[in-house]
């Protein structure tokens, strides 16, 4: 058990599909974050939420779609993807204001096609 | 943009040997965390450094930050099959609660 629980753990949609993940928090922190892991890349930073408000967003399509309707829940909303979005997508928190490490969930494993 | 690259980006190693990864950033950091991955996981954080030339040790794991804190390593001693996964470093810079994470060492043993 991570304190951090995303759902689906696996995701496969089409093109023209529409589909959200979830983050869920239990660990009190303030601060949430997406991030993106493809092969053969490093980790990317997608968005960061503190209390609720969007605080970063790293020049991510308008496909995804963040939402971040309280500090313990995070969504993330897919439209129109394409195959090179396939990747592990990972969401994290910490307390917001501080260095402290990162608690990351299980991840989604999203697959376009 | 702030960069962190890591070397090597993969490493095989006999079973009892020693392992290093060496992770550098193009700028000052006021902080460097370490997190593995195992396969199929997620990162897990090991390891905070703050202070220049700063060393922490966790059992056979030692960590090092740079004396201009734009460096760090991660070594570890007679490794074993449960040290098996990728191991990034993560930098943040003074007043900015963004991580970069490093490109990974992907560690494999050989039993």
């Known amino acids: 058990e991570t304190g951090v629980t995303q759902t689906p753990r696996h995701l496969v949609m089409g093109m023209t599909n529409k589909k959200s993940l979830k983050c869920e928090q239990h660990l009190g922190h303030n601060a949430m974050y997406w991030y993106k892991q493809s092969a053969k890349k490093p980790l990317e930073l997608m968005f960061v939420y503190n209390f609720k408000e969007q605080t970063e967003n790293n020049s991510v399509p308008s496909r995804f779609s963040p939402e971040c309707p309280n500090s313990s829940h995070l969504f993330l909303h897919l439209h129109t993807l394409q195959p090179e979005d396939s990747a592990l997508y990972l969401c994290?928190?910490?307390?917001?204001?501080?260095?402290?490490?990162?608690?990351f969930g299980n991840g989604t494993r999203l697959t376009v096609t | 943009g702030q960069q962190v690259m890591q070397i090597p980006q993969y490493q095989h190693v006999q079973e009892g040997e020693d392992f290093t990864t060496y992770c550098n950033s193009s700028?000052?950091?006021?902080?460097i965390q370490w997190y593995k991955q195992r396969p199929g996981g997620h990162p897990v954080f090991l390891i905070q450094l703050v202070k220049s030339g700063e060393v922490k040790k966790q059992k056979r794991l030692t960590f090092q930050f740079g004396e201009a804190k734009k460096n760090s390593s991660l070594h570890i001693t007679a490794t074993q099959t449960t040290d098996v996964g990728t191991y990034f470093c993560?930098?943040?810079?003074?007043?900015?609660?963004?991580?970069?994470f490093g490109t990974g060492t992907r560690l494999t043993i050989i039993p």
């Open positions: 994290a928190s910490r307390p917001q204001g501080t260095d402290s490490p990162l608690h």
């Open positions: 993560a930098g943040a810079n003074f007043g900015n609660e963004k991580l970069t």
């Open positions: 700028t000052t950091l006021s902080n």
